[in-house]
């Protein structure tokens, strides 16, 4: 493959980017979502369309309403931009640009998801995400848009430090794509895949705990892409999911079906407090 060949690849990704991530978060649904259906790991005796309708309607909305505020975002912090940006000044091929991208957001978006859990306004937010009262492919995508809105914004200037080439950004955000569609899917794998698997990706098992209703779970298993961060921040789950099949999935407030409702995730930050009273 010559570089003029390469050159346009890199071009078309770039100009059909939104569509060609539309097309892997919803493809990556379905496919994974039919997966479930054969070999699910929680069995669930309750109709959940409702609970599919209103995960995916807010996928849809955050994805279009991203597309636009990213723009915006961009366009605003652009001038802070760097004029030897880290990347750029050691002169790094694609293969090392992408090891310290997957390093540096790993550690980000680990110490976000932290905070998320730990300011009392953040957590509201991202008690969207928590409050589905079951795991599978359709929550990976249940976000409140304040969640991806403030994650851009920190984000943003941390690409721009970096001045990584965007097929580095792009794989990135594919891999980071795919891996949580998977970890979020309800799908039992082979004990011994699982644990092989689990040193490298986040795997299902070892997500599903981070949606547990237990705090001391919720507080635990972190890692976006790989779990390495939680066992060197000591927050991996001491237990893992095969000792608690059982276990309850969301939050001790937001069950009710109505708390479900895809207008109601919308305003679930506004009145989560007054509910967990
Ligand atoms: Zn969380």
Known sequence: MDSTTITLQQSFLETN??????????GGMILLFLIEGFIPRRQ?????????????????????????????????????KPESPL?????????????????????MTYWI???????????RIHAVHH????????TSHRHHPFEPMINALIITPIIFALGAPFIVLAIYTFMH???????????????????????????????RMHHSSDK???NSNYGAMQPWLDYLFRTA?????????????????????KDNRLDKLFTTPFIYKTESK
């Open 87 to 107: 990347i750029e000044h050691f002169k790094m091929c694609d293969i090392s640009s992408l090891l310290i991208v997957i390093l540096i957001m790993e550690l």
């Open 17 to 26: 980017f939104h569509e060609i991530q539309f097309a892997a978060i919803f």
């Open 44 to 80: 669930t005796d309750k109709n959940q369309t409702s609970r599919w309708l209103s995960n995916i309607g807010l996928a849809l909305f955050n994805h279009f309403f991203i597309i636009f505020y990213s723009v915006l975002v961009f366009g605003l912090l652009a001038r802070f």
């Open 177 to 207: 794509t795919a891996i949580s569609l998977f970890s979020h899917s309800n799908i039992v794998l082979p004990k011994r895949l699982d644990a092989v698997l689990r040193l490298f990706i986040v795997t299902p098992d070892f997500h």
């Open 216 to 218: 001391q779970y919720t």
């Open 237 to 257: 789950s001491k237990k893992p999911y095969e000792d608690l099949p059982d276990m309850e999935v969301g939050l001790e407030v937001l069950r009710k079906n």
């Open 131 to 138: 409050s589905d009262t079951e795991i599978d492919v359709t």
């Open 113 to 123: 998801h932290r905070l998320f859990h730990k300011v009392e306004f953040l957590w």
